[in-house]
């Protein structure tokens, strides 16, 4: 099995070539060529030697992989099905929007974390994707020249997999990588504390944090990292971080009917949110099979994004996109892909 | 290279370190910290790997906080830890988490090496009124087993999928859940382990009526 070039660092690259004893200025040629220039196999990258060519022929391959279906929303979303290198399968969602156009990626197949609200967490862990896996969900997606941002907001928590996370942040933003500026990318976490704080402290990237309740006890019932990582360790973390800078964090809050939306959970947001510069996005909860949560009607979020709005946390509704084809959040899952075998369970 | 100090890492010495079952282990080191009992640590062995995290094992008051794992197929620190004698050096946090038991009725429910809370709410006091639901592949990874059957007699309910054994029930966990009627609505239910098992049994534990907001769970990642 040969190793994919598509996803490693410059550094990576530099090791690659000076091992097959290249000059190390090659792996500036392999990045322009990977990562500017979209070429399908090492036969394309013209600037290099036959004899470099054929060197890493021998144990590379670009390793670009196109997606195997694609699902259209009646709203314009579009669902993307990538095989990964294990067998199994994530799902991307692409949201074009008047003159921006985002896609949410994955980051596992599968997750760990057993959200009660998530569809993705239902169907367990599969795995950890590769930088690679990541970054290819971006470039390979028929619509890369009309993208504008990119959510980590997909299957899988990105903390879990903090180091591919990382380095295809990196590789994203890099000079030498795809130049974005790290404002078009937002990384989303439920909160693993120790990894969240590394994140901030070498990436640039916003930062998404999923809150859902401000209240300990009620967070553990529908999110049981609660248990390990809770709500006041979550934000002194947030708080030893300077916010005032370009960079943006938000708390996504899921509305659920006689849970989390009452006057009650406004004050508290307002009270545990004191001094952090935020923004909270209210986000319509879109059931699951056998759910015992529900959302509440659209006059009742209303009313809660515009008394946040009154206590003076910027607070805004996101729109639900992809609905009817289960692109829109939280409802994302390959489950029914998964082989029998991936079913093995341990107890 | 991790810096200690920047992740409130302590040096401790490896004691008592058993194979309690094939790929289960216990270990234990002079409690250094005192904690709750519900609560984890982070450990590593060397300093260049992030540290993970494990539920203590250990009632509140012993002297020595124990760890229960097992060996993942892919774990380079698991496999570390097995390869651990007595006397070695591993980095441990202090302890933290929220996973806290009480004093009301409760089941605690949990597959493999994630029985470690429940064994130290047990040995902390908190064991009154509880009914234990614990899955595992083999006979051998029950650990505790001896103390809870005499505890608890047939509130103590072993499920075995790889093996038959005399008063164990052969299958999964979530088998045996599926078998059981009238499961009370007030008490409290208690899960420990893998995202799959925490999972499944919440869905068949919401199925059978009990509200979700007596559901606590901790997963293990």
Same mark, same amino acid.
């Given at each position: ?126 795995? !950890? ?9 971006? !470039? ?8 504008? %941002? ?30 974005? %500026? ?29 809150? !859902? ?135 | 290279? &991790?810096?200690?100090? +920047? ?5 401790? &010495?490896? +004691? ?37 995290? /494990?539920? &203590? ?49 409760? /089941? ?41 059957? +005499? ?26 859940? +599926? ?43």
């Amino acid at each position: 099995m040969k190793d994919n070039l598509f996803g490693k660092t410059l550094q990576e690259l530099e090791e690659v070539v000076t091992g097959e004893d290249m000059p190390s200025f090659v792996a500036k040629q392999l990045t322009d060529w990977l990562y500017k220039k979209h070429i399908q196999q090492i036969d394309d990258m013209r600037n290099l030697s036959k004899k470099n060519i054929s060197l890493l022929k021998k144990k590379y391959q670009v390793g670009l992989i196109k997606h195997t279906s694609v699902q259209v929303s009646v709203d314009g979303t579009k669902k993307y099905l990538f095989p990964t290198a294990n067998e199994k399968f994530i799902e991307s969602a692409f949201i074009p929007d008047k003159n921006r156009a985002t896609l949410c990626v994955s980051s596992q197949i599968g997750c760990k974390m057993g959200c009660l609200f998530c569809m993705t967490g239902k169907q367990g862990f599969q795995g !950890h994707l590769s930088a690679g896996e990541i970054i290819n969900q971006i !470039h390979s997606l028929p619509e890369f020249d009309e993208l504008t %941002s990119v959510v980590y907001m997909g299957m899988g928590e990105p903390f879990d997999n903090l180091e591919n996370v990382l380095k295809s942040v990196e590789i994203l933003t890099a000079d030498w990588g795809y130049a974005w %500026s790290p404002k078009r990318i937002t990384v989303s976490t439920i909160g693993i504390v120790p990894a969240m704080m590394r994140f901030i402290e070498v990436s640039k990237a916003h930062l998404a944090i999923s809150l !859902h309740s401000p209240f300990e006890e009620d967070r553990k019932k529908i999110m049981p990292v609660e248990n390990v990582y809770p709500i006041p360790k979550l934000l002194d973390s947030i708080k030893s971080f300077d916010w005032n800078s370009q960079r943006r964090i938000s708390f996504e809050y899921i509305m659920f009917k006689d849970f989390n939306d009452t006057q009650k959970h406004i004050n508290e947001l307002a009270r545990i949110l004191n001094g952090i510069k935020c923004r909270i996005n209210l986000l319509r909860f879109h059931p699951i099979p056998d759910s015992p949560l529900a959302s509440p009607d659209e006059k009742e979020i209303v009313e809660f994004r515009d008394r946040l709005n009154a206590k003076g946390i910027v607070t805004t509704i996101r729109t639900s996109r992809g609905e009817d084809i289960f692109a829109a959040c939280g409802l994302l899952s390959t489950k029914k892909l998964l082989k029998e075998l991936d079913s093995e369970k341990d107890f | 290279m &991790i810096d200690p100090s +920047k992740h409130k890492l302590r040096e401790v &010495i490896v +004691k008592n370190r058993q194979e309690i079952a094939a790929g289960v282990f216990v270990f234990s080191y002079e409690r250094v910290y005192s904690f709750t009992s519900g609560q984890v640590v982070a450990i590593t062995v060397d300093l260049t790997d992030e540290p993970r995290l /494990y539920s &203590i094992a250990s009632g509140e008051n012993e002297s020595e906080i124990s760890i229960l794992f097992n060996v993942l197929p892919e774990g380079k620190l698991t496999t570390q830890l097995a390869n651990l004698s007595n006397g070695d050096k591993v980095f441990v946090s202090r302890p933290f988490g929220e996973f806290k038991g009480d004093e009301e009725s409760a /089941y605690w429910i949990a597959t493999g090496t994630g029985i470690a809370p429940f064994v130290s709410m047990y040995y902390s006091g908190l064991g009154k009124d509880k009914i234990i639901i614990h899955g595992g592949r083999t006979l051998r990874s029950f650990y505790n087993q001896e103390v809870f059957q +005499k505890a608890y007699g047939e509130r103590y309910h072993r499920c075995c999928s790889g093996e038959k054994g005399e008063h164990v029930f052969n299958g999964r966990l979530t088998d045996f859940l +599926k078998t059981q009627n009238n499961l009370p609505i007030d008490f409290k239910y208690y899960l420990c382990g893998s995202s799959e098992m925490v999972v499944e049994t919440r869905d068949i534990l919401i199925a059978k009526g009990i509200p979700f907001n007596q559901i606590i769970a901790e997963i293990y990642f």
